[in-house]
Each structure stands twice: as structure tokens, then as C-alpha cells.
């Protein structure tokens, strides 16, 4: 049914066939010895590649479900969030439709924010948890993350980052950072196919969470703890993607390393960022541009349908700029395990459609 | 790292090479045309299979968070709940999670719920959402729904009912039964890996839904709503269950037939159910005894965890009793692709083991 197109947007992202494969294991039953022994071995690996010795819980989510947990599990008083993006404005409506109480901090889109911006906000002692998006993918504004634990563990400010299209292509130390909770999924820098979410969560956030009211049940933090002793899950975990991580993941520490990962996406992001400069112009601040995925200023006008449309008949999937950004700018991802070859190949397949720079 | 073992559990269920090989088909953007074609059509086919017109939505997550969200979109005033087993009582726990007000009626482990039961309780006006498990997993008790409907209908209660565990093996007319939310799940009769759950609810459900408050995000009906209209969903879908479960049910009626299969899960059911009297008793009532997967006592006092090794040595995973059950009984699923003659050989195996009947 599907075209075998080359993913050029930030997430879903192309999976590797052996990778993908993993997906069609026999399966196996949720509360079975096999499946602890998989789910154990599974968060292990989550927790090296997060830097953490916090719990890691696994669930049948996108990783927008994780989100509402951190929400629901972690503010009491109020939530502060930093919106620079379409991404980081959702977290904060996920706080208002969870009937929470929320302020946001409004940074431009294409900047990123800095401790000195939330330090006032937090020292007033009117809140009990931070939201910041990593990597704002809409806006390809990666936040540099130094500095903000601090402030939050001096105001008992609980941490919560969104690494969706991060984690696995940078380096993000959870535990130096002071990170409390931590959102991922598989679909990103992971390379392997959506279906499964992940959230690294500190002690701090356990201790808030046992006393937390109107949690509900899918979300709760409780539930997963309770069942992270067995190495199983509330309800039943979506095992393809599972088998498919576990073993993406074994393959990245053996064969590329993961600082090689890290390294190859700065690569591809330096380059993405000099083509960029070169054919058009960086949409985001290039003190935080990110080193997954590159948002280009659309500042010759192109069409940029009739350039999705080239570069689907040349076997490509192109981003467009996300929402109120479509047609003004437009991604290229840099992401999983995309190599510099595919990237170089594509960016020349652009210019060739849309011709030098006048 | 997996023996390939048949899977004598009530879910996940043994996939098909065939079906399960899809899950493993290259990835393709979630807001892609492609992935709009994949969407559309496995929603048509559900409506098939649920004799519905409804909404049919799908999302990553088990069929428990589409349990949640039926509690969040439909309960304003109080919830009824049928519990008559550990899965009803977690529905009733999940309203209580939800900081819903809710009832229960108990009726006896082993037995089903009759519209006369609820009759009362629902003509007082109180509440505003019943919830029934069509599919008692852990006692193997089926409920009948007919005349649930009318009554609720009757006082401006929205049926809910899960059938996580029948729904593909049993015929269940959603539109006739007068069902408001239908929640289901792939890794059961479908017999389709998990991570994927799809969920039925009516127009009286989506105009109640639209006035709740508190909802949250990821279960908020509205937002699903909201992307139907366009093929897609509101966060990134389990595209591998999803590509996987529309081979499967455009197999199914292409090559089985609905009909056939309900036909063969009875006539399976039967079987086991002649074979459980004659080595030792039927646990559940045999007027409501499931079609799906049979619930046997353990009146010889087998040790069950001897069983269960014995069969695992020749390649079978045993399902014992759930929760407060196990060890007194043992239960025998007979559900998705599994043949007439597996399921033979396997009791027969079984019967070699314990021994004829003293």
C-alpha cells in the first residue's frame, strides 16, 4: 500500500529493516518470565542512554500521554510553563484541560529560554513544577538545560522536560541536570516505530505523586511504580515496539556507541545549519538551534507544495514549517539513523528543484 | 531471547507470521496521505466488525485508557457499575481514580448481570453512565446485553461496555444493542499484537463529551473527534498495530468470513466446555459461560504451578486463575486464530498430564 519514501520529517522516522523486524517477534504473554526479562533489560538500556538511576516506566502511549502525566501527577499548587512553540503551548493547555492551575512565559519562537527568564516566576514560591521543551520541534529551538534544576530544587520546583525529538540524538544527562521528569518516545532520535513512550521520573516526583488527588488510573505514577518491582506494566505494554527498542538499543551500544550517535546528529546539524546560511537563512537563533532537526526561513517565496511534491517523485517525504508556521519555513530533519550521505544527497536534490541562491 | 510458545492465555493471543509481519512494513508520516488511506479504511472495516455507524477511534494505548476515557467523557452526575470480576472492578476503581462519584452492583463471581439488575438503580435518575464488562476475563463470564440498552435509554444513561476480550470472536451489534461506548483492544480476538485500542461512541456520548470539564488531553473524545474528520489522530498513532490490524480484518472477512469466526470461537467454547464437565467442573454459570476462553475449578487440587511447567516443557503457556482465583481455577482461552484442533491438542496434553478423572 505504501511508497518506501525516504522520511525527511521529524518523526515518525525511517526504521531500520532489522530493527523494524523486531516488531513481527512471536509474541509473548505480559506477565510471563520472557517478558520481564525483556522489560528489565529494556529500561537498563533507557537508563543509560537518559544518564539516570530514576525509575524509567514504559506504557502504550504517544508520548503526549506521558506529558498529561507529569501534569497530573506532579502539579498541586500551579505549573509554570516556557511556551516557545507549538509543542511547549500544548503542554501548557494539557495543564488547563487537566484542570490544573498554569502560567506560561511567552519567548519568542525561534529562541529558547534561560534560567535567568523562569528565576523571578519560581523564587515567588507560587508553583510547584516547571515545563520546558527540549527540543521545541516546531521551531527546531533546542534548550540548552544547564541552570535550571537549580532554581527549581532551591524553590521545590519540580523539573519536567520534554525529549521527545531529542533523547538518543543529544546528549541529556537527567541526573546532573536535575531533570524530575523526563518524557520520551520510540519514534524520533530512537529510530524505531511509534506505539511506545517513555518517562524517567525522580524520587521527588514519587513522593509528590503518592499524595496526589484526581490522578486518575492510566496516568498514575503509583500504578507503574507498583509494577516496575515485577518488570511489567498496569495494562498490557505494547511488546513489538518493545522487542524492537530493546534491541535498536542493544545494536547502538555495540555498534555506533551512543557518544558516536551524539556526534553524528551535531555533524549533520552543522552541515544542515551551513546549507542553510548558504541557500535561504536559519529560522531559529542559532545559539539554540537544535542538533535533530533544522528550521529554514522560506525567505525566496518557493512553493513550498510544489517542492514537496519534487521531492516526493524523487522518493522523498519533505517537512513543512508546523502550524501557523506552514509555507513561511520548512525542517529538515537530522535525526535517528539518518546518515550525512542521505542528508547531503537530499539538501542537493533541494537546490537542484529550487536552483542557487539569486 | 523468546521460545515460540502457543499461547494458551487470554491475551496477547499467538499472532500469524502473516499478520504479524506487517507490523514491520516501513514507516510513514502520521499526517501523511498515506497514513490517511491506512486510517480511513481500518476505521470502515472496525465499523464492520462493531455493526456500528459510530465513531470508531483509534490510539496508542491499552485498552484500560480507553476505559479511563470513557469514565471522563460520560460521567457527570454518578457512574453505575456491574462488577462481577477483577476487570469490572477496575472499572469501578478507575471512576473512583477519576474522582467520579460511583456505585456499584455486585453480582457473584462466576455470574452475569441481568437488565432487571440494574433496572432499579438506573429508573432512580441518580446516574448518568453504566459500565458493564461484556467479557468477564478473569471469570470467563459473558454478559448477554440485550435489554441493557432500552433501559438505559429510557433514563438518559450512556451504556458503556468493555469488550476487550470478545469483541471479533463474538457478534456484538453496538447499534442494536444500544451500546454508547464500546472499548476494545487488539491483542485478543482480534489477534493482533498490542499496543493499539479502538474505541466505539455513540452521538448522545460526543454531545455529552462536549460539555464535560476535566477531561484531559489524551482521552478528551473531542480531540479525536476533531482529527477524524481528517483521517488522523490528535498524537502520533501505533502505526505497526495499525498496519497490521487492517491486514488482518480485510483477511478475515475476505478469506474467514465475521460469521465463521464467531462460529468457530462458539463451537471451540462448546468443546471446552463439554471437556471441563467431564475432567472436572465449569466455574462460571453455564448460561452466561464465555464463547472466548472457558474458566475451569480445580476440584482434583492439581497443582496447578506443576501444570503449568509440565505444559511449558511441550511448548504451551498455561493460563491460571487471575488475582484471588489462582490456584483454585484455570482458565482455557479459545480466541482469535486458534484452531479447533489446537485447542484439542492441547487439552488432550492436558488430560495426559493430570491423569483421568478419578
Tied chains: 1, 2.
Excluded at 521520573?201 to 496516568?219: E, H, P, T, W
Aim: charged fraction near 25%; hydrophobic fraction near 35%.
Amino acid at each position: 500500500m505504501f511508497l518506501d519514501k525516504k522520511l525527511f520529517i521529524p518523526g515518525p522516522v525511517d526504521v531500520l529493516p532489522d530493527v523494524a523486524t523486531q516488531c513481527a517477534l512471536p509474541m509473548v504473554g505480559h506477565r510471563s518470565k520472557d517478558y520481564a526479562e525483556l522489560h528489565g533489560q529494556l529500561v537498563e538500556r533507557l537508563k543509560k542512554v537518559m544518564h539516570t538511576q530514576n525509575k524509567v516506566f514504559l506504557s502504550a502511549t504517544s508520548s503526549t500521554g506521558w506529558m498529561e502525566a507529569a501534569v497530573r501527577n506532579c502539579v498541586g499548587k500551579k505549573a509554570l510553563h516556557v511556551v516557545n512553540g507549538a509543542f511547549s503551548k500544548r503542554w501548557y493547555e494539557i495543564s488547563l484541560a487537566c484542570d490544573k492551575k498554569a502560567d506560561k512565559i511567552d519567548i519568542p519562537w525561534g529562541s529558547a529560554a534561560k534560567p535567568a527568564d523562569v528565576k523571578v516566576k519560581l523564587d515567588s514560591g507560587e508553583y510547584d513544577a516547571l515545563f520546558i521543551t527540549h527540543n521545541e520541534t516546531s521551531t527546531c529551538a533546542m534548550t540548552p538545560l544547564d541552570g535550571f534544576g537549580e532554581i527549581c530544587k532551591k524553590n521545590n520546583v519540580l523539573l519536567c522536560v520534554d525529549a521527545v525529538s531529542s533523547m538518543c540524538g543529544v546528549k541529556i544527562e537527567v541526573d546532573r541536570l536535575g531533570i524530575d521528569v523526563l518524557v520520551t518516545g520510540t519514534q524520533k532520535c530512537f529510530g524505531v516505530a511509534p506505539g511506545l513512550a517513555m518517562t524517567a521520573v525522580s524520587q521527588a516526583v514519587l513522593d509528590r505523586s503518592k499524595i496526589m488527588k484526581d490522578k486518575g488510573f492510566y496516568f498514575d505514577y503509583m500504578q507503574y511504580l507498583k509494577h516496575d518491582a515485577k518488570n511489567n506494566t498496569p495494562s498490557t505494554p505494547p511488546i513489538p515496539q518493545m522487542n524492537s527498542l530493546n534491541y535498536q538499543l542493544g545494536k547502538i551500544m555495540k555498534v555506533e556507541g551512543l557518544e558516536n550517535r551524539f556526534k553524528r546528529h551535531r555533524e549533520m546539524a552543522e552541515y544542515t545549519r551551513a546549507w542553510a546560511k548558504k541557500n535561504f537563512a536559519l529560522y531559529t537563533e542559532e545559539w539554540c538551534s537544535s542538533d535533530t532537526v533544522t528550521c529554514i526561513v522560506n525567505n525566496r517565496n518557493i512553493d513550498l507544495g510544489t517542492l514537496s511534491s519534487r521531492l516526493s517523485d524523487k522518493g522523498y517525504a519533505f517537512s513543512n514549517g508546523y502550524g501557523d508556521l506552514k509555507g513561511k519555513v520548512f525542517r529538515v530533519p537530522h535525526m535517528a539513523d539518518r546518515t550525512m550521505d542521505d542528508l547531503k544527497e537530499y539538501l542537493e536534490t533541494i537546490e537542484k528543484i529550487v536552483g542557487p541562491r539569486p
